[in-house]
């Protein structure tokens, strides 16, 4: 039963870093963007 909720955790957790990485991608990518505007 521990490994059943360990897995489900663990899915908790990848569930929440792939969240904020559809968030922190994005953004990156802008700053990156703008970045390079500036300097060109």
């Known amino acids: ?3 059943q ?3 489900n955790d663990a899915r908790e957790t990848y569930a929440g870093f792939i969240g904020t990485l559809k968030w ?3 953004l990156i990518a802008a ?3 703008l970045v390079v505007i ?3």
């Open 5 to 7: 909720q360990d897995m």
């Open 31 to 33: 700053l990156v963007a």
């Open 1 to 3: 039963m521990a490994q």
């Open 38 to 40: 500036l300097i060109s």
């Open 24 to 26: 922190t991608v994005p």
